[in-house]
Structures are given as structure tokens and as C-alpha cells.
């Protein structure tokens, strides 16, 4: 079946320090999206990626989208205690939406 | 954006009891709902998505007859655990997506905190 697995699954960095989670699908997917959850809260939408090879930016949060459309990554530069939480990737092969098995990011002050 | 409620956020139940959980868009219409399940410090698991006014389409290893769901209109869906037993418990978040089709986001619900005794 779909599989989405992401790594690292926890990362704990000090605040200032960049930070990536890696997205992989077992299957080509027909586009991604990634979202934040916080701590005792409901997943929020951060962003979609459609083409292969895509590269889109949100201040510091760069996500990537890979060639075969198998992988995808988000990049955070200068980490920020507001930046806690845990990031899904979630893809889609159809209507439907597989979410990745989530990396949880400890930002240490 | 758009919001998605879900009521009620927290409920506590006997074992054997049944337990409706309501999700409604509230400035949207969404032609497509999700129900997902989540285990503490784990990822979401999708149990069903339901398109209005058609049957849930279930993944595998969810019991239909188990978590019954109810796409009545473009703004309400609901999930009903019949009864319920204590590995139900669990955090029942739902999302709903817009009429753009199938490349729209997910607006998720603040989720449902499951506790059955």
C-alpha cells in the first residue's frame, strides 16, 4: 500500500540553527503538501508542490519537490522557538492524501 | 481562511456506547470530508473519505459498520463509533476540502479527544 515515511522523526536543535525534514513516498506522487501541527493542536496548511523539480519559499521555510516526484524536503533556516511543532508532509495519488509519519522539532532556546 | 469546526472537542464515554462526532465547514462548501485518526505523538491515519450525498469510502482495516460516516450536506459530515470499547479512544481529527477539486488543501478540524472507559 501508499507509504510515506519521513525522517528524522524527532530533531532537536538550538535556536538559530537551520533545519530539514525529509519527505519519501513509496509511489509517484501527483503533489505534495506539508503541514505544521503544534503541540496539542490540529494540523495547518503551510504550502502545495505540483511540478517536479519545484522549489517554493516562505521567508525561512524552503520546500523542495523532487525530479521523480518520490521525495520532497523542508528546509528551515535560522531556527525560531515559534518553529516547534511537527511537520507531515502528506501526498497524493489521487483524491487522496497519505500523510507522512511526521517529524517533531524541538527548538532549544 | 476557511475554518472547520468539530464538535465536541472532548468526550468521555462508557464502553459499549455509542458516540457521534460532528465536523461542519463553516465558509466553504466541501465537496469531500476525511476522517484520521491519531495516536499520541504519531501521524495522522486516514480512515475515510466521504463525498456528499455518495457512501464513505473506507481504507483498508477500518470497520465501516464500526465507524459509521454521514456526508448529509456540503458543510456537515459527522462519524459515529458504535460501540464504542477502549481501544476507540483516540484524537479523531476531520479536514475538509474545497470545490477546487482534488488539488485543493485540507482545512482540518480542531479534532475530537476520545476517551472511552
Known amino acids: 500500500g501508499q507509504q510515506v515515511m519521513q525522517i528524522p522523526q524527532y530533531q532537536h536543535v538550538q535556536e538559530g540553527e537551520d533545519f530539514t525534514t525529509y519527505c519519501n513516498s513509496s509511489?509517484?506522487?501527483?503533489?505534495i503538501q506539508w503541514y505544521k501541527q503544534r503541540p496539542g493542536g490540529h494540523p495547518v496548511f503551510l504550502i502545495q508542490l505540483v511540478k517536479s523539480g519545484e522549489v517554493k519559499k516562505q521567508k525561512r521555510l524552503t520546500f523542495q519537490f523532487g525530479e521523480a516526484k518520490k521525495n520532497s524536503s523542508l528546509h528551515i533556516t535560522a531556527t525560531q522557538t515559534t518553529d516547534v511543532g511537527t511537520y507531515f508532509c502528506?501526498?497524493?495519488?489521487?483524491?487522496?492524501?497519505?500523510f507522512g509519519t511526521g517529524t517533531s522539532l524541538t527548538v532549544i532556546p | 481562511g476557511a475554518v472547520v469546526s468539530q464538535h465536541p472537542s472532548r468526550v468521555i464515554c462508557k464502553s459499549g456506547t455509542s458516540v457521534k462526532i460532528e465536523c461542519r465547514s463553516l465558509?466553504?462548501?466541501?465537496?469531500?470530508m476525511f476522517w484520521y485518526r491519531q495516536f499520541p505523538k504519531q501521524s495522522l491515519m486516514l480512515m475515510a473519505t466521504s463525498n456528499e450525498g455518495s457512501k464513505a469510502t473506507y481504507e483498508q482495516g477500518v470497520e465501516k459498520d464500526k465507524f459509521l460516516i454521514n456526508h448529509a450536506s456540503l458543510t456537515l459530515s459527522t462519524l459515529t463509533v458504535t460501540s464504542a470499547h477502549p481501544e476507540d479512544s483516540s484524537f479523531y481529527i476531520c479536514?475538509?476540502?474545497?470545490?477546487?477539486?482534488?488539488?485543493?488543501?485540507?482545512?482540518f478540524g480542531p479534532g475530537t479527544r476520545l476517551t472511552v472507559l
Open positions: 509511489t509517484t506522487l501527483s503533489n
Open positions: 465558509d466553504f462548501q466541501a465537496t469531500t
Open positions: 502528506a501526498g497524493s495519488t489521487g483524491n487522496q492524501f497519505y
Open positions: 479536514s475538509a476540502q474545497g470545490l477546487a477539486g482534488i488539488f485543493s488543501e485540507q482545512f
